[in-house]
T-cell receptor
Framework: DAGVIQSPRHEVTEMGQEVTLRCKPI?????LFWYRQTMMRGLELLIY????????DSGMPEDRFSAKMPNASFSTLKIQPSEPRDSAVYFC???????????FGDGTRLSIL | AQKVTQAQTEISVVEKEDVTLDCVYE???????LFWYKQPPSGELVFLIR??????QNEISGRYSWNFQKSTSSFNFTITASQVVDSAVYFC???????????????FGEGTQLTVNP
């Protein structure tokens, strides 16, 4: 079975540009999570969805960040406008139920110049 | 608020040594779940184990074993006869949820960088 698929794997862009990260969860999983990993803050949850509905977005840093899940097989995390401090590895994860193990994608390494 | 502490930032051992990674957690809930994840140098996060708060039985999986003690709020991870391929960052995580089906935030510890030298 395919795991969680994220794209792109790497993204380098200039400050002020819009960035869109994409995620395809494991088929049949009802929960989808977006995390950010930095040296300073470690792994932190940004937002999660249940059945395509955002449940908890308290981790989203600010209005420049938005996430959508238009259907069960696709989610996006958008940053507009991007800033150098947004540079991080962004992970998407999915799980069958709320407290079942979360399965992570390979991450998107984002660099904002 | 929930919190996970992994006091060991880095551990270095020689191959075949046993090594224990410590994890201490804080939570007000009586129902919660504990996890361990491995992040090898390639960067992906790999699920290792999940434990719920009502199951204090220790678990062994090959060279890996886990010791869950509610009395000390600890969920330690031991690798027996370590190998170079065990080199990775290991994360302990906690989620609070009343029911299996309810969603919950995973709170991660800071991670322990394990280096196994040949």
């Amino acid at each position: 079975d395919a795991g969680v698929i994220q794209s792109p794997r790497h993204e380098v862009t200039e400050m002020g540009q819009e960035v869109t990260l994409r995620c395809k969860p494991i088929s049949g999983h009802d929960y989808l999570f977006w995390y950010r990993q930095t040296m300073m803050r470690g792994l932190e949850l940004l937002i999660y969805f249940n059945n395509n509905v955002p449940i908890d977005d308290s981790g989203m840093p600010e209005d420049r960040f938005s996430a959508k899940m238009p259907n069960a097989s696709f989610s996006t995390l958008k940053i507009q406008p991007s800033e150098p401090r947004d540079s991080a590895v962004y992970f998407c994860a999915s799980s069958l139920l709320g407290n079942q193990p979360q399965h992570f994608g390979d991450g998107t390494r984002l660099s904002i110049l | 608020a929930q919190k996970v502490t992994q006091a060991q930032t880095e551990i270095s051992v020689v191959e075949k040594e046993d090594v224990t990674l410590d994890c201490v957690y804080e939570t007000r809930d009586t129902t919660y779940y504990l996890f361990w994840y491995k992040q090898p140098p390639s960067g992906e996060l790999v699920f290792l184990i999940r434990r719920n708060s009502f199951d204090e039985q220790n678990e062994i999986s090959g060279r890996y074993s886990w010791n869950f003690q509610k009395s000390t709020s600890s969920f330690n991870f031991t690798i027996t006869a370590s190998q170079v391929v065990d080199s990775a960052v290991y994360f302990c995580a906690l989620s609070e949820a009343k029911r299996e089906t309810s969603g919950s935030r995973l709170t991660f510890g800071e991670g322990t960088q394990l280096t196994v030298n040949p």
